[in-house]
């Protein structure tokens, strides 16, 4: 977006100083004696008019070189008389109608008149010079300070403080959209900081009319982040679009670091909670056992009564139903920590899901578990034990989150390359803005986070395995209406001219 920067300011008309008033009048009064130093000079060698009007001249040029033009206009006037008096003949009259003395004063005033023009245009540019100069040692020294700021306060008060002092300003501004938050360095009271909150929402640049404050919005990623604002009178205005550089890139730098560091801080996190789970399933392997091992015992040493025998068989059927759990938590602490490597193995994906159904329809009794369109499915090239884990997860999830005595449908569609399974429920509802959310680690739905246990570690690891084997899962439908929820995990077909490939190799 372009700034609405204006061409350089017009200077505005200001009454004479005394000290200019002052510095013609010496520069008049040196041409007046420079004048005079020649007249007698020349009148007492009685030279020829010519050489005494040439001499004044270059007065009038060493003049016009170092003072204006009204100087040069008061001591013309002085030379003409004067070369008129002493030297045009008759010599030691006054001729004011003579038309040499109008060709000279003529003479003196536009060479006086261009030199003046030419010393100004010239003094004009080496003062623009010298500001520019000034300027990019300015928006030097300000990059370096920048630099050497530590990155989690390159968008702070100290760098705003390096602006302003810089560049000599009264104030300077910066709102962070990403935070919310506007930092301020000095005393603005020109409407700083409402232009500078206004530019960041509205995305537009500003500039006064009176040239006091300017805005510039920051982007990050082509989206708006922000705005930097700035209060004061800049020697050349070409120096603004600099410095709102200097401060967009201190601001992109700051943003990099908040980042970074959130990133690191999430991942030391995810590690730390992934060695717990894994801690955690360790550690329930030796009372699973020793229970396993009492109830055994309790088994061998007889006499029990029937009730008895009925409780043993439910302790033992509940710690391998435990055992599996557990067995299945670390497999998917494992996954979450490590790369995913299956051991792939040419396998008929009806059967598998087949099967695993059938086994886990005597985990979920309160949940009707249906097959669809589920005959001559094809094959697929997996690792079946990862397969039964993920897909384990999604019937976990679809029970879960479903209403008690509903039922969970398993839906099958294949085409040449990929086959589809759909796993619906009813009674779950996912908002819109949690669609992919789901899908990351040890997250959990607003709306089920209560409803049901669980660690957020099963649709990632389910997505994480469907991945590794060169397909995909997603949250297929969703209907927030009749609560009505679909993922659908695809899985690439076994071709039969990479089939007949892999057995001959």
């Not at 009505?484 to 695809?490: D, G, I, N, V």
Request: net charge negative; glycine share 6%; hydrophobic share 45%.
């Amino acid at each position: 977006m372009k700034m609405l920067f204006s061409s350089p300011r017009a200077q505005e008309a200001l009454p004479a100083r005394p000290e200019a008033t002052y510095g013609v009048t010496l520069h008049a009064i040196f041409g007046i004696a420079g004048v005079a130093l020649v007249t007698a000079v020349c009148f007492s060698a009685h030279v020829n008019y010519l050489i005494p009007s040439f001499l004044y001249l270059l007065i009038l040029v060493f003049l016009s070189l170092s003072a204006g033009f009204s100087a040069a206009v008061i001591v013309s006037l002085i030379a003409v008389v004067c070369l008129d008096f002493f030297f045009v003949p008759p010599v030691l009259t006054w001729q004011i109608n003579n038309p040499k003395d109008a060709f000279a004063l003529l003479a003196y005033l536009v060479t006086s008149f261009v030199i003046t023009r030419l010393a100004s245009s010239a003094r004009a540019h080496a003062q623009l010079a010298e500001n520019k100069q000034k300027e990019i040692a300015r928006l030097y020294d300000t990059a370096s300070h920048l630099l050497s700021l530590d990155p989690e306060v390159a968008a702070g008060p100290r760098a705003l403080q390096i602006f302003r002092e810089g560049f000599g300003l009264n104030a300077a501004c910066l709102f962070d959209a990403t935070t919310s938050t506007l930092e301020i360095d000095g005393h603005p009271g020109h409407g700083l900081v409402e232009a500078t909150s206004e530019a960041s929402v509205g995305g537009i640049d500003y500039r006064s009319p009176d040239g006091w404050v300017h805005v510039h919005c920051l982007y990050v990623e082509g989206k708006p982040a922000g705005a930097a604002g700035f209060e004061g009178r800049f020697a050349d205005d070409a120096a603004v679009k600099p410095l709102f550089a200097l401060a967009a890139t201190a601001f992109e730098r700051a943003l990099s670091f908040r980042k970074a560091c959130k990133s690191a801080a999430a991942a030391q996190t995810e590690m730390l909670r992934s060695a717990i789970v894994d801690a955690f399933a360790h550690e329930f392997k030796t009372p699973q056992a020793v229970i396993m091992a009492a109830a055994g015992s309790l088994r061998e040493t007889g006499g029990l009564q029937p009730e008895q025998l009925e409780m043993a068989d439910v302790i033992e059927s509940e710690i391998w139903r435990l055992n599996r759990l557990t067995n299945r938590l670390l497999r998917m602490a494992r996954i979450d920590r490590d790369e995913v490597k299956p051991n792939m193995e040419v396998t008929s994906l009806d059967k598998l899901v087949a099967h695993l159904i059938r086994q886990y329809r005597t985990q979920s009794r309160d949940r009707h578990i249906s097959l669809r369109h589920w005959r001559n499915g094809p094959d697929v090239l997996a690792d079946p034990e990862l397969m039964n884990l993920a897909f384990v997860q999604l019937l976990d999830n679809a029970c879960k989150y479903s209403t008690p005595g509903s039922s969970v449908i398993v839906d099958m569609e294949h085409g040449d390359e990929f086959a589809d399974i759909f796993v619906t429920n009813d009674g779950g509802v996912i908002r819109e803005d949690e669609h992919e959310r789901v899908f990351e680690r040890f997250y959990r739905g607003v709306e089920t986070e209560h409803s049901a246990s669980g660690a957020g570690l099963g649709l990632y690891v389910a997505r994480k395995i469907a991945r590794a084997h060169g397909g995909d899962l997603e949250l297929f439908h969703n209907h927030t209406g009749t609560g009505t929820t679909t993922f659908r995990m695809r899985m690439p077909i076994v071709q039969k001219e990479a089939l007949l490939e892999r057995k001959a190799s």
